[in-house]
């Protein structure tokens, strides 16, 4: 009889080229490479100066995400991109992918967006693959049995030049999730909940796999939201086992296997989840029905309390301390009195169709609170299709938010869409670093609904209030 | 990349918990495509004031750092973003090791692939380094060992397959290229046998 072998052990050792050595590390397989124009044109540069070729083009898929403007008349109507280094940066990814015959996703293309929201809804995130690009976010296709993880510009060489990576064998964490998510509480809380709980290291050097009763309750959205912040807890990669709710995702998406080739991918993903008595390097517990909506106070996403809570009072920390001088916030009083000036629902965190559904689901027939400016970006341009055609971007539009193109936009700021100096943002993407969405921002982590309560308030909001 | 044998610097200290890669290399400085001239933009917002110029109390300004080649950080320095542009500024800066108890997964990695070494030391280590700041110490790639005057060596972990990199300077990508053969062996299999695996 095997040993029971875990979900990462399955994946990984099928993409073992050559394994760990005492004096050399595994060779690891990649079956997608995803690129975007921020990580990407130093490694192009590296082929050419060495003269290598792209080994495996049709396993390589870019997009533009990270720099790209969301203003439509800059998208569409031929209005110049305000920042000079990103337009080039632009130009630099479609000439690359020209030169070395990679398929893009371009400025224009209606399948464009944020590089892991459109993996998944094309269908080539698939249950078993290993999954790269130059992003510390590809933890996301996690939430198909992928694994995925983000790499540096280095690396990003590597795999165009190999379709390979040398890679150390991570450890395993399994996070136990029991119960059920109570109403008003999103994966988004759950998330944050654990990294509150295991700190902004607690994850590193392991794979989580995520498990449970809460996490097979789960949509493929709610699962890729929890798999995109992994990486906040210091994991590289967070999986969770594919089943019904992943092949009823996937079935009929483009990329997709189709007829007989599906069958035969549904027989190999089945066998693919953790087998009984499995065993984790270790293993952390979560109530789900415990929990509340979450909010960060601090600068790091493990700086969260509950919406109904208070910021902790931990005088004497001198981090603590600085992170309490830069957010401004008094520790020991009420979250919920935090003003806000700036309400973003957008990224690959939160930039999905069920995640903009849930913002105007609160929105519906209010408006955003006088002062507030509320920014609405989708994750890409097919959420935005599909969002328009349910007519959710009226439902934003007549509250008083702004309706833009796809990108990453507001979680960065790269493109120029930042909060001001000193501003609170309620922002339902993944970090809360200080300066992160624009020198001096000051950045409250949460769900779409409590990021959508808020603005409707002008302060920090319990979105239950608003669902009953 | 030049090898790297023995690194012998004073340290600048910078105790701070959970230094992210956002604070090492701020995104609006990531539209570039080439690796050079990001020293200069190095924990940017910490060290310049709104009209660009130095803060004279932050570490990196003050005159005892310059020429320091050793960053002695808080827990956790590198979390965050994948970007290599964080080690590129840091060796751009002149920085060719990073010294905590705990250093980010993929900045670590990033780090490795740039000529800037990673040195996990024990909390006792670190503490006196932190108690120290600009201290004249000792890092020796090949003996895997940290330095201080007075003090037993602190030994420091590093993959035999990075150390060997680093000590003839030479990367990663050769060795990946010379298993053309093993690769294309894993490619001829099918998808399918391989994952039912």
Same mark, same amino acid.
């Given at each position: 009889?095997?040993?029971?072998?875990?979900?990462?052990?399955?994946?990984?050792?099928?993409?073992?080229?050559?394994?760990?050595?005492?004096?050399?590390?595994?060779?690891?397989?990649?079956?997608?490479?995803?690129?975007?124009?921020?990580?990407?044109?130093?490694?192009?540069?590296?082929?050419?100066?060495?003269?290598?070729?792209?080994?495996?083009?049709?396993?390589?898929?870019?997009?533009?995400?990270?720099?790209?403007?969301?203003?439509?008349?800059?998208?569409?109507?031929?209005?110049?991109?305000?920042?000079?280094?990103?337009?080039?940066?632009?130009?630099?990814?479609?000439?690359?992918?020209?030169?070395?015959?990679?398929?893009?996703?371009?400025?224009?293309?209606?399948?464009?967006?944020?590089?892991?929201?459109?993996?998944?809804?094309?269908?080539?995130?698939?249950?078993?693959?290993?999954?790269?690009?130059?992003?510390?976010?590809?933890?996301?296709?996690?939430?198909?049995?992928?694994?995925?993880?983000?790499?540096?510009?280095?690396?990003?060489?590597?795999?165009?030049?190999?379709?390979?990576?040398?890679?150390?064998?991570?450890?395993? $964490?399994?996070?136990?999730?029991?119960?059920?998510?109570?109403?008003?509480?999103?994966?988004?809380?759950?998330?944050?909940?654990?990294?509150?709980?295991?700190?902004?290291?607690?994850?590193?050097?392991?794979?989580?796999?995520?498990?449970?009763?809460?996490?097979?309750?789960?949509?493929?959205?709610?699962?890729?939201?929890?798999?995109?912040?992994?990486?906040?807890?210091?994991?590289?990669?967070?999986?969770?086992?594919?089943?019904?709710?992943?092949?009823?995702?996937?079935?009929?998406?483009?990329?997709?296997?189709?007829?007989?080739?599906?069958?035969?991918?549904?027989?190999?993903?089945?066998?693919?989840?953790?087998?009984?008595?499995?065993?984790?390097?270790?293993?952390?517990?979560?109530?789900?029905?415990?929990?509340?909506?979450?909010?960060?106070?601090?600068?790091?996403?493990?700086?969260?309390?509950?919406?109904?809570?208070?910021?902790?009072?931990?005088?004497?920390?001198?981090?603590?301390?600085?992170?309490?001088?830069?957010?401004?916030?008094?520790?020991?009083?009420?979250?919920?009195?935090?003003?806000?000036?700036?309400?973003?629902?957008?990224?690959?965190?939160?930039?999905? $169709?069920?995640?903009?559904?849930?913002?105007?689901?609160?929105?519906?027939?209010?408006?955003?609170?006088?002062?507030?400016?509320?920014?609405?970006?989708?994750?890409?341009?097919?959420?935005?299709?599909?969002?328009?055609?349910?007519?959710?971007?009226?439902?934003?539009?007549?509250?008083?938010?702004?309706?833009?193109?796809?990108?990453?936009?507001?979680?960065?700021?790269?493109?120029?869409?930042?909060?001001?100096?000193?501003?609170?943002?309620?922002?339902?993407?993944?970090?809360?670093?200080?300066?992160?969405?624009?020198?001096?921002?000051?950045?409250?982590?949460?769900?779409?609904?409590?990021?959508?309560?808020?603005?409707?308030?002008?302060?920090?909001?319990?979105?239950?209030?608003?669902?009953? | 990349?030049?090898?790297?044998?023995?690194?012998?610097?004073?340290?600048?200290?910078?105790?701070?918990?959970?230094?992210?890669?956002?604070?090492?290399?701020?995104?609006?400085?990531?539209?570039?495509?080439?690796?050079?001239?990001?020293?200069?933009?190095?924990?940017?917002?910490?060290?310049?004031?709104?009209?660009?110029?130095?803060?004279?109390?932050?570490?990196?300004?003050?005159?005892?750092?310059?020429?320091?080649?050793?960053?002695?950080?808080?827990?956790?320095?590198?979390?965050?973003?994948?970007?290599?542009?964080?080690?590129?500024?840091?060796?751009?800066?002149?920085?060719?090791?990073?010294?905590?108890?705990?250093?980010?997964?993929?900045?670590?990695?990033?780090?490795?692939?740039?000529?800037?070494?990673?040195?996990?030391?024990?909390?006792?280590?670190?503490?006196?380094?932190?108690?120290?700041?600009?201290?004249?110490?000792?890092?020796?790639?090949?003996?895997?060992?940290?330095?201080?005057?007075?003090?037993?060596?602190?030994?420091?972990?590093?993959?035999?397959?990075?150390?060997?990199?680093?000590?003839?300077?030479?990367?990663?990508?050769?060795?990946?290229?010379?298993?053309?053969?093993?690769?294309?062996?894993?490619?001829?299999?099918?998808?399918?046998?391989?994952?039912?695996?």
């Amino acid at each position: 009889m095997p040993s029971p072998r875990t979900l990462f052990e399955k994946v990984w050792s099928a993409h073992e080229v050559a394994p760990q050595s005492a004096d050399t590390p595994a060779v690891m397989f990649v079956d997608l490479h995803l690129t975007h124009e921020v990580t990407s044109p130093q490694a192009f540069t590296m082929l050419r100066e060495r003269g290598l070729k792209l080994r495996r083009p049709d396993l390589t898929l870019a997009t533009m995400d990270h720099s790209t403007p969301t203003r439509t008349e800059q998208v569409f109507g031929g209005a110049p991109i305000t920042i000079d280094s990103a337009a080039k940066q632009i130009r630099q990814l479609e000439q690359n992918c020209a030169e070395f015959g990679v398929e893009l996703l371009g400025m224009q293309d209606a399948r464009r967006g944020i590089v892991h929201i459109i993996g998944p809804e094309l269908g080539v995130t698939q249950p078993g693959k290993t999954i790269v690009c130059g992003d510390s976010h590809t933890s996301t296709h996690g939430a198909f049995g992928a694994l995925a993880f983000g790499i540096g510009t280095t690396e990003v060489g590597h795999v165009l030049a190999t379709q390979c990576l040398l890679q150390k064998k991570p450890r395993t $964490l399994a996070v136990e999730v029991a119960g059920r998510l109570p109403a008003g509480v999103t994966a988004k809380d759950l998330i944050l909940a654990l990294i509150g709980q295991i700190g902004v290291s607690g994850g590193t050097g392991y794979v989580l796999e995520y498990r449970g009763e809460a996490i097979r309750a789960l949509s493929m959205e709610e699962r890729m939201t929890v798999c995109n912040m992994s990486i906040e807890a210091g994991a590289r990669a967070g999986m969770i086992a594919p089943d019904e709710v992943t092949f009823d995702y996937l079935r009929g998406r483009p990329r997709a296997p189709q007829g007989a080739a599906w069958d035969a991918a549904l027989e190999r993903w089945r066998a693919l989840p953790s087998d009984p008595g499995a065993v984790f390097d270790k293993t952390v517990h979560l109530d789900a029905s415990a929990l509340e909506p979450m909010i960060t106070y601090g600068t790091n996403p493990g700086m969260v309390v509950p919406v109904s809570g208070r910021i902790p009072a931990r005088g004497g920390d001198p981090v603590f301390d600085a992170a309490m001088k830069y957010m401004g916030l008094v520790p020991g009083e009420p979250i919920g009195d935090a003003p806000i000036n700036v309400v973003f629902v957008g990224s690959c965190t939160n930039g999905r $169709l069920s995640d903009l559904r849930a913002a105007a689901k609160v929105l519906r027939g209010r408006t955003v609170a006088a002062g507030v400016h509320m920014l609405v970006v989708p994750g890409s341009q097919s959420v935005k299709a599909a969002a328009e055609a349910e007519g959710l971007d009226e439902i934003f539009r007549a509250a008083g938010a702004e309706w833009r193109e796809s990108g990453c936009s507001m979680c960065l700021g790269m493109n120029g869409d930042t909060v001001g100096k000193g501003e609170y943002a309620i922002s339902t993407s993944n970090r809360n670093f200080e300066g992160r969405q624009g020198v001096g921002a000051r950045t409250l982590l949460a769900s779409p609904e409590t990021a959508a309560a808020s603005a409707i308030r002008g302060r920090v909001t319990d979105p239950r209030e608003f669902l009953s | 990349m030049k090898p790297i044998t023995v690194i012998r610097s004073r340290t600048v200290v910078m105790p701070s918990t959970n230094i992210d890669t956002d604070q090492i290399i701020p995104a609006r400085f990531l539209t570039t495509t080439v690796k050079e001239g990001l020293g200069k933009s190095l924990f940017a917002d910490w060290r310049y004031d709104a009209d660009g110029r130095p803060k004279p109390d932050f570490i990196l300004n003050r005159p005892e750092s310059a020429g320091c080649r050793i960053l002695v950080a808080g827990r956790n320095i590198g979390c965050g973003s994948s970007r290599e542009h964080a080690p590129w500024a840091l060796v751009d800066h002149g920085f060719q090791a990073i010294v905590s108890t705990e250093i980010a997964d993929i900045f670590r990695n990033n780090s490795l692939k740039n000529g800037l070494l990673p040195v996990v030391v024990d909390e006792a280590t670190h503490a006196w380094l932190l108690a120290n700041p600009g201290a004249e110490i000792e890092i020796d790639l090949a003996e895997a060992q940290l330095r201080i005057d007075g003090r037993d060596p602190a030994p420091f972990p590093i993959e035999a397959f990075s150390r060997y990199c680093l000590l003839n300077g030479v990367d990663e990508l050769g060795y990946l290229l010379s298993q053309d053969a093993a690769i294309s062996a894993h490619e001829s299999v099918a998808p399918d046998a391989r994952r039912s695996g």
